[in-house]
């Protein structure tokens, strides 16, 4: 993996790595309505793909978000989600909030193994 583990989904030659390699561990789903909505997510959850229903924004650290968003307002630790694109993220356990821009939907985590732990003898193996 690279030096500063920039790419969790690659070989040691950083080299992307497909996502269909990875080993699914644990999957946890949150309706949310349009406006903020508080969540949990649960312990072992690190490496991850989010999808979601409807547009909506992800704020990790548990504070809460806004009814609407305040244009020039840096919100931390928060990632927008458009609907219907999967995504692969790094995240951390713990109380998050969800706010839904435009419709009410479903946000996905699938938490997954990364690449290095499954790989790991041909990682280590001569050739």
Request: contains cysteine.
């Given at each position: 993996?690279?030096?500063?583990?920039?790419?969790?989904?690659?070989?040691?030659?950083?080299?992307?790595?497909?996502l269909?390699?990875?080993?699914?561990?644990?999957?946890?789903?949150?309706?949310?309505?349009?406006g903020?909505?508080s969540?949990?997510?649960?312990?072992?959850i690190?490496?991850?793909?989010?999808?979601?229903?409807?547009?909506?924004?992800?704020?990790?650290?548990?504070v809460?978000l806004?009814?609407?968003?305040?244009?020039?307002?840096?919100?931390?630790?928060?990632?927008?989600?458009?609907?219907?694109?999967?995504?692969?993220?790094?995240?951390?356990?713990?109380?998050?909030?969800?706010?839904?821009?435009?419709?009410?939907?479903?946000?996905?985590?699938?938490?997954?193994?990364?690449?290095?732990?499954l790989?790991q003898?041909?990682?280590?193996?001569?050739?």
């Amino acid at each position: 993996m690279a030096a500063e583990n920039l790419y969790p989904f690659s070989t040691p030659q950083g080299s992307a790595v497909p996502l269909e390699v990875v080993k699914p561990k644990t999957l946890v789903s949150y309706a949310f309505p349009i406006g903020s909505s508080s969540i949990v997510i649960p312990a072992g959850i690190s490496a991850c793909w989010i999808y979601s229903t409807q547009d909506c924004i992800l704020r990790l650290d548990g504070v809460a978000l806004p009814a609407a968003l305040v244009d020039g307002v840096a919100y931390s630790n928060s990632m927008f989600i458009p609907a219907a694109t999967p995504m692969s993220v790094i995240i951390a356990a713990g109380d998050a909030q969800i706010l839904g821009l435009t419709e009410a939907g479903n946000l996905y985590i699938n938490g997954i193994e990364q690449w290095a732990a499954l790989a790991q003898p041909l990682q280590t193996s001569v050739g």
